[in-house]
């Protein structure tokens, strides 16, 4: 087992590994964790090496449901080792009836944590997150019912995602002045090429005391190392969907990484994760994976190397 580190998730009780698992994989056409017993072996590996961060969403899979289904199965007898996080907010196709685009209302928070709860075969999640900003309901509705789940005990925690900056302050200060509970965690996208975050969003999280999970932190595995300017793994997500990323990268840039990181004998994955994990506010690396040995590189990665804050900000320097 790698010694990987807990952490606060922000100013709140729940401590989650650094390293987190995404499970948008799992059930994803394509993957090796398309079915169940790639999914099982997956999450086993990740039990095995310490990673107790798993991070789901109602739409995941190649139907939707299907991650949180796959992983409801996985985890029988297995619940109570790990963080459990799950989102609602997107658009379900009707598996949750009619929803009008209201999508973070009191009606339909409730069909959907009670969707989630079933397919994940258990009595309660652990962190349970807006995907995305609803603009058809008041930010109050959405918590008031959150806060009711969480004193019926079916979730314990609450985040989001994708909001903005000043929705994140709008938020904090309904719930302290309705005497809700606070959103504990931001899930915006963030990277070494994608730093839009900095500007509002960080600064917001830092303020509020939340704990901020990035998402496609490795740039969808382009920063695993396993790629170069001709290409990489045929069955990556970058190579099979995503090819533009591969051939709009800054590729001198990289190189210029790549070569920062020999220099250290540290691979260009744990300099990418002790870059963001060095970033203020920042808990859990979430990252993808559809095969037990990448979970064990992940692991690895994060407790492989410590910059100096010079080299912290100097990796920030080149891609800015």
Known sequence: MADIDYRRLGDSGLVVSSIGLGCNNFGRTGTASVDQAGTSAVLDAAIDAGVTFLDTADIYGAERGLSETLMGHALKGKRERVVL???????????????????????????????????????????????????????????????????????????????????????????????????????????????????EVLPAVNAYGLGFLPFFPLYNGLFTGKFTQEGGPADSRIMSVRKHLLDDAPWDVIEEFRSFCDERGVSMLAATVAWLLAQPGLTSVIAGATRPEQIVQNATAATEWKPTAAEVAWISELFA
């Open 85 to 199: 996080a799950s989102k609602f907010g997107m658009d379900m196709a009707g598996l949750n009836g009619p929803d009008w685009g209201a999508r973070a209302s009191r009606r339909y928070i409730r069909l959907a944590v009670e969707g989630s709860l079933r397919r994940l075969q258990t009595d309660w999640i652990d962190l349970y997150q807006l995907h995305r900003p609803d603009p058809n309901t008041p930010i109050e509705e959405t918590l008031a019912t959150l806060d009711d789940l969480i004193a019926e005990g079916k979730i314990r925690y609450i985040g989001h995602s994708n909001l903005a900056g000043w929705q994140i302050a709008e938020a904090e200060f309904t719930a302290r002045i309705h005497g809700h509970p606070r959103f504990i965690s931001a899930q915006n996208e963030y990277s070494l090429l994608v730093r839009d975050a900095e500007e």
